[in-house]
Structures are given as structure tokens and as C-alpha cells.
């Protein structure tokens, strides 16, 4: 019983840590460095995260300044901004990198939202998933008994259920702020 709730937890965790991950990436505010700090970069033909690359700053609500620890990639990382769906524009000033973060337009926010929506689903059906899968696995369990199986499965869903409460908390806190002006 324990081993189906050790693997359900770790899944769980690993399904919100994705989410919150992206769900930072969609703008809602101003310029923050995790807009832009899990974005992937070629970094010699190894796909690596910007933050392991360079330190990006915040100084301003428009603005984001990103110093690469390599100077040589600067070209990798502003290819890299400007083929993101991100939307922001990035200029290479010497040793470092300018990001302009626009204000968001009524526009944008509705796109945000939309995007957060999908998102959102997306991580829900993940989630359903994973409960399928653990399912099987106690269902297919000969070692359990029926009533063994049956609290398994009890505990499981009750697991589910908290996790999709979380997702949808971190849902409605990022929808509210899109929309907050």
C-alpha cells in the first residue's frame, strides 16, 4: 500500500512543480525574471534552462536585465527570446542582454487567460492520468486483497482530490491576476 502511495506522491509533486513552472512563465504583472528563467537555450547543442546560464534581473517594472555567465552565448539567448511566444523584445548591449516588457494589453491579458485555461486543463488531465495508472497498478495487485485494494483506492482519490484543489487555487490566483488592472 505504501509503494502506491509513495509513487502517487511523487507523480503528484512532480505534476505541480511542472504547473507552477509554467504557470509562472505566463505574464500577469511586469517584467520578473522567472518570465524569462526557465526559457531553453541551445547552450552547445545542449538544451539548458537561461537560469543556469545567467543571472536575470528585475530593476524595473518594464524592464529585465540578463547577464550571461558565458558572453559568447548572447546571440544563443536573444534568438531564443525572440522565437518564444513570450512577446518581449531583447537587445544585446555588450556584456549584456535588455529585455523591454511591455505593459499588457486588454488583448493580451484575454490571450493569458486562455492560455492559462489550457494549461490548467492540461495539468487536470495529467493528473487523471496518473490516478488511472496507480488504478491499474492495485487493481492488477494480487499480493492485495479486495478490501486492501478498495482502501488503496480510497486513499488515492482522496490524494487526487487535494491535488486538484491546488490546481484549482493556483488557477483562480492567476486568472485574478490577469484580470486585475
Known amino acids: 500500500m505504501e509503494q502506491f502511495k509513495n509513487l502517487l506522491d511523487q507523480k503528484l509533486e512532480s505534476t505541480l512543480t511542472n504547473y507552477k513552472n509554467k504557470l509562472a512563465q505566463i505574464r500577469a504583472t511586469g517584467a520578473h525574471p522567472s518570465l524569462v528563467s526557465n526559457l531553453v537555450i ?15 534581473k528585475a530593476p524595473d517594472a518594464t ?20 522565437d518564444s511566444s513570450l512577446g518581449l523584445s531583447a537587445a544585446g548591449e555588450g556584456e549584456t542582454i535588455r ?4 505593459p499588457l494589453t486588454q488583448e493580451k491579458r484575454g490571450f493569458f487567460v486562455k492560455q492559462n485555461k489550457e494549461l490548467t486543463e492540461e495539468t487536470r488531465i495529467s493528473v487523471r492520468n496518473t490516478r488511472q495508472d496507480i488504478n491499474k497498478k492495485v487493481n492488477s495487485d494480487e499480493s492485495l486483497s479486495e478490501n486492501e485494494q478498495k482502501l488503496v483506492l480510497e486513499t ?11 490546481i484549482n487555487e493556483l488557477a483562480k490566483n492567476k486568472e485574478n491576476e490577469l484580470t486585475t488592472v
Not at 547577464?67 to 527570446?81: E, H, R, S, W, Y
Request: glycine content about 2%.
Open 42 to 56: 541551445n547552450y552547445y547543442d545542449v538544451p539548458t534552462p537561461l537560469s543556469q546560464l545567467a543571472n536575470v
Open 63 to 82: 524592464l529585465l536585465i540578463v547577464v550571461p555567465f558565458d558572453k559568447q552565448i548572447i546571440g544563443d539567448i536573444l534568438k531564443a527570446i525572440s
Open 99 to 102: 529585455i523591454v516588457v511591455p
Open 156 to 166: 488515492i482519490q482522496k490524494q487526487i482530490d487535494k491535488t486538484n484543489k491546488i
